[in-house]
């Protein structure tokens, strides 16, 4: 699907382990997943942004491969990484926060809830493009499919969804749906495929 968040995805395949630094992505997409692979993504929070690497630099899959060494670590940003795993995932997230790898920027947090008190809202906008690489309304446009998507694999009727996710009628949720996740509404009804790599709901 189409999503506003940095990730890191850890590809497992029989003789191959790659190490993916992935950006936001304006339109959805189908990945191609063998049978005997394994994925592990860490999808960081919005507002999550890497000072060495601008943001707009990776949107719609420019993506960074991550140089792997011989004994299984990877190279990011200047340091040698163990892969984590499930369990170790989130203390993962905090080392490369302490490291300075990765930092945040509070100004997408103040465009998502609205809150201009201590800004501008036009500089609060500039600064979520900034850090993530889109503007505040395609960000908006990407959480309504998304939740929209989500909606319709889990059982409501295309009506449902079109009112559920505030679109202005069913033409809208269809154009909004096939750009920003890939399939029509109706497909994604009858399908209820898998639509994200992450293993859990919330973002690290």
Not at 19 to 48: D, K, M
């Amino acid at each position: 699907m189409a999503e506003s968040n940095i990730e890191l995805v850890f590809t497992r395949l029989p003789g191959f382990l790659a190490v993916t630094l992935r950006g936001p992505v304006s339109r959805g997409s189908f990945v191609e997943c063998p049978a005997n692979g394994e994925w592990l993504s860490i999808r960081f929070r919005l507002g999550t942004y890497l000072p060495r690497i601008l943001t707009a630099s990776l949107i719609d899959h420019q993506d960074v491969q991550l140089p792997v060494l011989p004994d299984g670590r990877f190279w990011f940003s200047d340091l040698a990484w163990e892969i984590p795993n499930y369990d170790n995932a989130e203390d993962f997230v905090a080392r490369l926060a302490r490291a300075g790898v990765i930092a945040r920027s509070h100004a997408a947090d103040a465009a998502v809830e609205g809150d201009f008190d201590w800004m501008s809202q036009r500089s609060v906008q500039r600064h979520f493009r900034r850090v993530t690489g889109m503007t505040f309304s395609s960000y908006r446009q990407i959480q309504r499919a998304r939740h929209a998507a989500a909606l319709l694999a889990s059982g409501s009727s295309v009506l449902s969804a079109t009112f559920d996710a505030g679109y202005f009628d069913q033409a809208h949720l269809t154009r909004s749906v096939k750009q920003l996740i890939g399939m029509t509404p109706a497909r994604l009804a009858r399908e209820r495929p898998q639509l994200s790599f992450s293993y859990k709901a919330t973002a690290s």
